[in-house]
C-alpha cells in the first residue's frame, strides 16, 4: 500500500470584477481532494440598501463550473451550494457578511469547497480525482455586483481590491514497497439546474439525471427572487419532498421540515445547523461511497416537490451528486 501525503498551495488569485467571469486552470498534477475558492475584501454603499441579503456575500459569486478536457462537468452549482450548503462537512460555513445596509465601507468574505472526493465517508481516497489523466483542467467563476448583496435599490462597487484566490488540495502516493490495486476508481459530478416559480404548485416534477449512481440530491429553495439577483432563502416554500425512480419507485417521500430535521441527526448536529432553505436526499446515511440509489438501468427519475405559494417569485435551486465508475 502506498503512503499517501496531502499538498496544499494557492494556484490562482484574481481581482474581482463585477459582472464578469474567469476560466481558471488547476494544476494536473495528483488526485485532487478538494479545490478551495476564498472571496475576501469591501463592498461600499453610496446608496443604502434595505437589509443585508441573508446569503451575502455568496451572492457575489452566483455560480462555479469544475470542467475537465474541455467538456466533461465534475461541479455546476451556486456559490451558496459550495459555501452554505456543505452537507457532508457537517455544514460547516465561513463566511462575513456586512454588518448593514447602509452607506458604508464593510468587509465581506466567503469560502466554498469543491470537493473532489466522498468527504465523510469510509474510504475518501477511492474518490479523489485523478487530474493527471486529463488534459485540461479549469474552473469557471461566475461573479455578481457589489449590490446583489443587499435588498432594496442600493448603489455600491467593490473598494479597493476584492480577491478570489484558489487552493487546490492534492494527493500525492509514495510507494512503500508493497503492491495495492485498490478498488476501481469513483468519479463525483454534481450537475444543477433552477426553477422560478410564481404560484403553488402540489406536484411540479424535475427530470434528474440517469445512467449513474446518485448520492445526493440537494434542494435550495428562495422567495422574493428579483431581476438583479437571487432572493432570500425559505423554509415555507416547499411542503414536500418526494424521489421516484421509474415512475413507482419511490425512494424517499418526507415533508421538507421532516427531510430537514433528518438532515441534521444524519451528520449529527442541531437543526439550527441547517442553512435555510437546503434541504438533501440522502442515499447513505453512513456516507458510504458504496451506497447509493442505483439508477444505472433506470429508465426515469423524478423529483417531485409541493410548492406554497412565494410572496414575489420563488426559485428552486437542484444540485444532483452522482458517481461515476
Known amino acids: 500500500m502506498a503512503n499517501v501525503e496531502t499538498l496544499t498551495r494557492q494556484v490562482f488569485s484574481w481581482n474581482v470584477v463585477e459582472n464578469s467571469s ?7 498534477v495528483g488526485d485532487i481532494e478538494s479545490i478551495q475558492i476564498e472571496l475576501s475584501g469591501s463592498t461600499t454603499l453610496t446608496v443604502a440598501g434595505t437589509l443585508v441579503r441573508a446569503e451575502a456575500p455568496f451572492q ?17 452549482g451556486p456559490g451558496s451550494f459550495f459555501g452554505l450548503g456543505t452537507y457532508k462537512r457537517a455544514f460547516w460555513k465561513s463566511v462575513t457578511a456586512p454588518a448593514a445596509a ?17 468527504v465523510n465517508g469510509w474510504r475518501p481516497k477511492d474518490t479523489t480525482f485523478q487530474a493527471w489523466l486529463t488534459k485540461l483542467l479549469q474552473i469557471k467563476i461566475y461573479t455578481g455586483a457589489a449590490a446583489d448583496l443587499y435588498t432594496g435599490t442600493p448603489t455600491g462597487t467593490f473598494t479597493g ?9 492534492e494527493e500525492q502516493a509514495k510507494p512503500d514497497g ?4 485498490g478498488e476501481p476508481k469513483q468519479v463525483i459530478r454534481r450537475t444543477f439546474q433552477t426553477y422560478n416559480f410564481s404560484a403553488a404548485n402540489s406536484a411540479q416534477k424535475f427530470n434528474l439525471p440517469v445512467g449513474n449512481r446518485v448520492r445526493i440530491v440537494a434542494v ?17 416554500l416547499v411542503n414536500n419532498i418526494k424521489f421516484t425512480l421509474d415512475v413507482t419507485d419511490v425512494r424517499h417521500n418526507l415533508s421538507w421540515k421532516a427531510t430537514r430535521d433528518s438532515n441534521a441527526a444524519d451528520m449529527g448536529q442541531p437543526l439550527t445547523a441547517m442553512p435555510t432553505g437546503f434541504a438533501f436526499v440522502d442515499s447513505s446515511l453512513r ?13 426515469t427519475a423524478e423529483l417531485e416537490l409541493d410548492l406554497a405559494a412565494p410572496t414575489t417569485l420563488g426559485r428552486i435551486e437542484i444540485v444532483t451528486e452522482e458517481f461515476i465508475f
Not at 474567469?22 to 494536473?28: A, G, K, L, S, T
Request: hydrophobic share 35%; net charge negative; glycine share 4%.
Open 60 to 76: 457575489l459569486i452566483p455560480r462555479v463550473s469544475f470542467v475537465a478536457d474541455g467538456k466533461d462537468v465534475l461541479d455546476d
Open 161 to 169: 481590491t476584492v480577491k478570489v484566490i484558489v487552493h487546490s488540495f
Open 287 to 299: 456516507g458510504k461511497a458504496s451506497d447509493y440509489y442505483d439508477l444505472t438501468h433506470a429508465s
Open 220 to 236: 435550495h429553495a428562495t422567495d422574493n427572487v428579483n431581476a438583479r439577483s437571487i432572493g432570500e432563502p425559505s423554509d415555507t
Open 178 to 181: 508493497t503492491t495495492d490495486k
Open 102 to 118: 447602509t452607506v458604508s465601507t464593510q468587509p465581506v468574505r466567503a469560502v466554498m469547497f469543491l470537493d473532489r472526493e466522498n
Open 22 to 28: 474567469i476560466d481558471v486552470d488547476i494544476p494536473r
